[in-house]
């Protein structure tokens, strides 16, 4: 079978190319996070309530963990190349359709059209990568992909605080259009045409029942928080989204060729460290969702600086990522990501003391930690997952991680807020749905019982992770 090792032209390039999928999935993740600073602009010149104006970030999300799966496997079937290209076109065009301020509905169907092109380049970055780069190189150039989705994730807040100090909200989004054609030219000369191609049938059934239970779910969590979640339509659909999951667990054990191979998941240092890069992207948001809004809301801070503060968290774990990978590679993954958790541990534990008056050089401390441990953590932890796995996995394993990521995302803005909010409606003795100017000490009491629950969260990670360590400690 024809491979590109052994394609002269393309051994040349694939490190441009590795810049070209790189950028492009920087831009994507990036996308999931850049909107929580603007929200409030954006809920001020649509005219409609926080709650409402969080869909902006929550559909982005949840179109991209349903197609996820899908587009994988057609990217298996029909060329990862192909698709990619698509993807990366569709997502220039959303981009500049969600930059149009005309009105939550048309902006709320930009962002469909963009998250689906985001997933099918999500969903094949990986693949394109493990195919290219020699077995010597491959850890080395999926690890620079995992910087770009984690740098984008989490550098959203800081590069939208920016640009909305300078530019109405829609250039968050305008920016992707130039950025796009230009990775799109560099793709046109140096990305090869698709040599593997299975031509396997789509496990359409599997890909329905896994949508819909996904679906299902966070509508159920989004709507619950405007509702409440004992309305009968939000079980409902709870009850429907649990009903799909287990069909579609069904369909896989006998589907011919399945979207997902539950086997991966007996590797237990594998599903460990998915679930904890699940959970940490978690925490993650409930940061990105909280910080902007005690930053320019509670603080008053303008959108400019709290992005400049906001921006310590990427600035320093794009600093320190790669000194982190460096000496993985000579001591080994399990020490760093323990030392990378307690740092993230120790963060949420001083976000949850902040309060109205607390000073910012401290916020910009605790930044840096979270920016430190993210740092430690994210690099080790992702060459277990890639490396724990079968040659002939590295597809499926580049899958859930993004899908495990872009989850976590999901799962952190629906949990912080739901959190956010019922703790102000408790405080307040009625139901709450948005920031109340006039009684900020409402928001402080809900950020901090948010940031909890993140401490929480991150103890768990930790405790998963040590215990993993002591047992591969005890089997070696």
């Not at 709320?108 to 689906?116: P, S």
């Not at 589907?255 to 191979?261: E, F, G, R």
């Not at 310590?312 to 790669?322: D, E, T």
């Not at 994210?378 to 580049?398: C, E, R």
Request: glycine share 10%.
């Amino acid at each position: 079978m024809p491979n590109y090792l052994n394609n002269k032209n393309v051994q040349k390039h694939r490190w441009l190319i590795l810049t070209g999928v790189g950028m492009f999935t920087f831009m994507a993740t990036l996308d999931g996070s850049i909107v929580n600073i603007a929200l409030p602009v954006m809920s001020r010149d649509l005219k409609v309530p926080l709650n409402q104006v969080e869909w902006v970030v929550s559909i982005y999300l949840i179109v991209i963990c349903a197609l996820l799966l899908l587009f994988g496997k057609i990217g298996d079937s029909f060329g990862k190349i192909k698709v990619f290209r698509w993807g990366t076109g569709l997502f220039i065009v959303g981009s500049l359709l969600c930059g149009f301020n005309n009105s939550l509905e048309f902006l709320l169907f930009a962002r469909l059209v963009q998250a689906v092109g985001a997933s099918m380049t999500m969903s094949t970055n990986n693949g394109i990568i493990t195919e290219i780069f020699p077995v010597q190189e491959r850890g080395k150039a999926l690890g620079t992909i995992g910087s770009f989705v984690s740098l984008g994730s989490i550098a959203g807040p800081g590069i939208g605080g920016i640009i909305l100090s300078h530019l109405p909200w829609g250039y968050i989004f305008w920016i992707n259009v130039p950025v796009g054609i230009l990775t799109m030219i560099l793709g046109h000369y140096v990305l090869p045409k698709d040599l593997s191609m299975t031509r396997a049938k789509i496990d359409l059934w599997g890909f329905l029942t896994f949508a819909l239970g996904i679906v299902g779910l966070f509508l159920g969590i989004f709507l619950g928080q405007e509702i409440g979640f004992g309305n009968l339509l939000i079980l409902s659909m709870w009850g429907l989204s649990i009903l799909s999951f287990i069909a579609f667990y069904h369909i896989e054990q006998h589907a011919a060729k399945p979207l997902l191979t539950f086997k991966i998941f007996k590797n237990k240092n594998f599903s460990v460290s998915l679930t904890t890069a699940f959970l940490i992207f978690v925490v993650n948001f409930f940061f990105n969702v909280v910080s902007p809004f005690y930053l320019q809301n509670a603080r008053g801070l303008e959108p400019k600086y709290a992005g400049y503060i906001l921006m310590i968290f990427p600035i320093i774990q794009v600093v320190v990522a790669p000194l982190a990978g460096s000496i993985s590679d000579r001591i080994g993954p399990n020490l760093l990501t323990v030392l990378g958790l307690s740092v993230i541990l120790i963060a949420q534990i001083g976000n949850a003391l902040m309060n109205l008056y607390s000073p910012l050089w401290m916020m910009m401390i605790l930044v840096g930690m979270l920016g430190l441990g993210n740092g430690i953590f994210q690099a080790p932890n992702n060459t277990i997952v890639m490396s724990t796995v079968d040659k002939q996995d590295l597809g499926i394993a580049g899958g859930l991680n993004a899908l495990a990521r872009n989850l976590g995302m999901v799962v952190g803005i629906s949990l912080a807020t739901t959190v956010l909010f019922s703790a102000m409606s408790q405080r307040a003795g009625q139901r709450i749905t948005t920031y109340v100017a006039s009684q900020p000490e409402l928001f402080i009491y809900g950020m901090q019982v948010v940031f909890i629950f993140a401490t929480v969260i991150c103890a768990i990670a930790l405790i998963l992770t040590i215990v993993r360590w002591v047992k591969s400690q005890r089997q070696s």
